[in-house]
């Protein structure tokens, strides 16, 4: 059984990373490291949370770089 619950985590942590104004290579870096440990506890909601973030492309990237993209 999947963690749904991550979606709600990894929205709260890009949200703030993008109204902190951060640079898309932090915004990239650490959403890349987040993305990963969430899989790792077995995250099942990571398109729902891409989905919320495909106009930013460094979110988009991070997703990515941890082999999740949008099916098209």
Do not use: C
């Not at 749904?4 to 290579?25: K, M, P, Q």
């Not at 440990?37 to 770089?65: C, G, M």
């Amino acid at each position: 059984m999947g963690w749904g619950s991550a979606y709600s985590l990894f929205n709260t942590v890009a949200d703030a990373l993008i109204e902190a104004n951060v640079s898309d290579e932090i915004k990239e870096s650490a959403l890349t490291k987040v993305i990963a440990r969430l899989q790792e506890d077995d995250w099942d909601t990571e398109l729902d949370s891409l989905q919320s973030y495909l106009a930013d492309p460094a979110i988009v990237r991070a997703f990515a770089n941890n082999d999740i993209v949008w099916p098209d």
